[in-house]
């Protein structure tokens, strides 16, 4: 089965932003985990929640309000234009950002969870023997999370490219610049073209067992915890 | 005296219960001190305060010539250079034995007394053991190791939380001379927090005791042994302890003699050095009194003494007699009974007949 080179194009394009996305989220991510693991602060259980808050808004919302934030109309897209950025929505780069904005409980909660379990009694002998706060991070604090991030990065990943609505809203459905996976079967279906939709599907649904397995096979443990995080459907 | 202290921690505990430390203390650098006291007292917590990884204590703390610790300055703990034995899952568990001691070695700053990591393998007997994870190895094994990567960090204080209590009684004893040892070579001094006294008899130059919280003794080990008594409450069941000189030796029988202030004791060793110095420790309840010398008994060790007090024991069938012979101390545990038989009374002078003598060191 061949598929048409815009099929390829929105892969590659899925693919790309997946990557991109996930790669920004771990990096940002981590230290926005490691605080909400570790505070006390009273600022805790309210950014907490606005950090899970993609979890449960229907992504059409999430991608209103983003679209009206970016637009060149809004504050921020003024903010934006005024530095040279922008218009964002309909652009990859818009897309990059409403899809981090979307997928960060799903990077960060794992990240959150590893960085709370970890034995205070590691931290505090590695302190002993010399080393300092960062030291201690690099040395002892990212190896023993080393599932935790195998788990976020993989979630962050997958559900970054089964997203929908969030795409639609913000990215629209342009070749090449915003034509995702997803979106592109929703063309194919519009235009009652079930068979290269199909093709589509089957792949999507073939990626993301996939990449869900070894998720699974690293021990039931740590996934208990996941079940509620498991991406759902758009 | 070269650290001191003064600290205060107040902690909430499970079901709105306070827990307070409070501890005023002086210690010298060079010797082994043991904090001693029952589980629960705070001697932890206290080790933690030291170390500085308890944020929310309160107070100072100087060690040598540097500030721990002040009014409005807080050293973390990577700057202090304690070597911190905790009192089980030391090791990293991602890095193999030798790794968790290198994660040490590198980043020891001092050029003082850099020890020989090959000299610390030996004298704790892990050599075989470096290539292993920690899963890989028992709870002892652990331990030693723990203990190798606290030296070889180059410490100016090791603080050691019931590191041995994990081993078996050989092994324990071998490593308790081997923390001696390395106390004495490389004069590093060493707090070790344990709740049994005979560690403290094997180990200690220094007594620190906790109770409920607060310290109620810190001194040298000896002084602090005959003060003990007056804190019953922490260890009842101590009835002598005794430094003396070895004077003689007896292989015919495998006997050797202890001289102390107040008298001798005949003790079941024969390879003692004679002229050495000796500390023995009796229990009190294997010393039964007499009003006379009775020479038809088995019992080797008879010393005169004079009663000082009868006291109340927690168990009303027995009573405590506090005893002295010139400069030594001596509690003896004999029933109610005894006491009203023998027509005991303070200022009396009576005969111990001492069961059971322990060495130890």
């Not at chain 2, 610790?69 to 568990?93: E, I, T």
Request: hydrophobic share 45%; with cysteine.
């Amino acid at each position: 089965m061949g598929f048409s080179d815009s099929d390829l194009t929105a892969i590659i394009l899925t693919i790309r932003l997946a990557a991109i996305v996930t790669a920004l989220l771990v990096l940002l991510g981590t230290p926005l985990a490691w605080w909400l693991a570790r505070t006390n602060s009273r600022f805790k259980a309210p950014i907490g929640a606005i950090t899970t808050l993609p979890l449960v808004l229907p992504p059409t919302v999430i991608g209103f309000y983003l679209l009206v934030a970016l637009g060149p109309q809004s504050p921020t897209g003024e903010l934006l234009l005024f530095f040279g950025i922008g218009p964002l929505p309909f652009t990859f780069t818009g897309l990059v950002i409403a899809s981090m904005i979307y997928s960060l409980p799903f990077v960060v909660q794992p990240l959150q969870n590893a960085f709370s379990d970890l034995d205070e009694q590691s931290l505090e002998a590695a302190s002993s023997l010399g080393a300092g706060p960062i030291d201690r991070f690099f040395s002892v604090a990212l190896p023993l999370s080393k599932r935790g991030f195998f788990v976020a990065g993989i979630l962050g990943f997958a559900h970054t490219v089964g997203e929908f609505g969030v795409v639609l809203m913000i990215g629209g459905n342009i070749p090449g610049e915003t034509q995702v996976v997803s979106t592109q079967i929703y063309t194919y279906v519009e235009s009652l073209n079930y068979e290269a939709a199909n093709k589509l599907s089957a792949i999507m649904l073939i990626f993301s067992l996939a990449i869900l397995l070894p998720l699974y096979a690293i021990q039931a443990q740590p996934l208990r915890r996941l079940v509620h995080l498991r991406p759902k459907q758009d | 005296m070269s650290l001191s202290a003064q600290i205060h921690l107040t902690r909430k505990e499970e079901r709105n219960q306070k827990f307070e430390l409070r501890a005023e203390f002086k210690i010298p650098d060079d010797g082994i001190t043991a904090i001693f006291g029952p589980s629960g007292s705070g001697k932890t917590s206290l080790l933690r305060c030291i170390a500085g990884l308890e944020k929310q204590v309160t107070g100072q703390i100087l060690f040598k010539s540097e500030v721990w610790q002040a009014l409005d300055s807080f050293l973390p703990p990577y700057k202090r250079r304690v070597g911190y034995v905790f009192q089980s899952q030391n090791l990293f568990p991602h890095l193999t034995s030798q790794q968790n001691v290198d994660f040490a070695v590198q980043r020891r700053t001092s050029v003082e007394h850099q020890l020989n990591p090959e000299s610390i393998y030996e004298a704790l007997d892990i050599s075989s053991l470096l290539d292993k994870m920690p899963h890989q190895l028992s709870g002892g094994e652990q331990q030693l190791v723990a203990i190798a990567r606290a030296v070889l960090s180059n410490p100016s204080l090791i603080l050691m939380d019931e590191p041995l209590s994990s081993l078996d009684e050989q092994r324990k004893k071998k490593s308790i001379s081997t923390i001696k040892n390395i106390n004495e070579v490389f004069g590093i001094p060493i707090i070790y927090v344990t709740h049994s006294i005979n560690e403290v008899l094997e180990i200690a130059d220094h007594m620190m005791v906790i109770d409920n919280g607060k310290l109620v003794i810190s001194k040298p080990l000896m002084e602090a042994l005959t003060e003990l008594p007056e804190s019953g409450a922490v260890w009842p069941d101590l009835g002598a302890v005794i430094e003396g000189i070895v004077t003689s030796r007896d292989q015919n029988y495998g006997l050797s003699e202890v001289e102390f202030q107040g008298g001798h004791l005949r003790v079941a060793n024969d390879v003692l050095e004679i002229g050495s110095k000796v500390r023995l420790s009796i229990l009190a309840r294997d010393i039964s009194l007499a009003r006379t010398k009775q020479e038809d008994s088995s019992i080797l060790n008879k010393v005169q003494a004079d009663i000082i007090e009868i006291l109340e024991d927690n168990n009303p069938a027995f009573r405590r007699i506090h005893l002295s012979t010139k400069k030594t101390q001596f509690r003896a545990l004999v029933t109610r009974k005894s006491v009203d038989s023998l027509g005991l009374e303070v200022g009396q002078t009576v005969w111990m007949q001492i069961k059971s003598v322990a060495i130890n060191n």
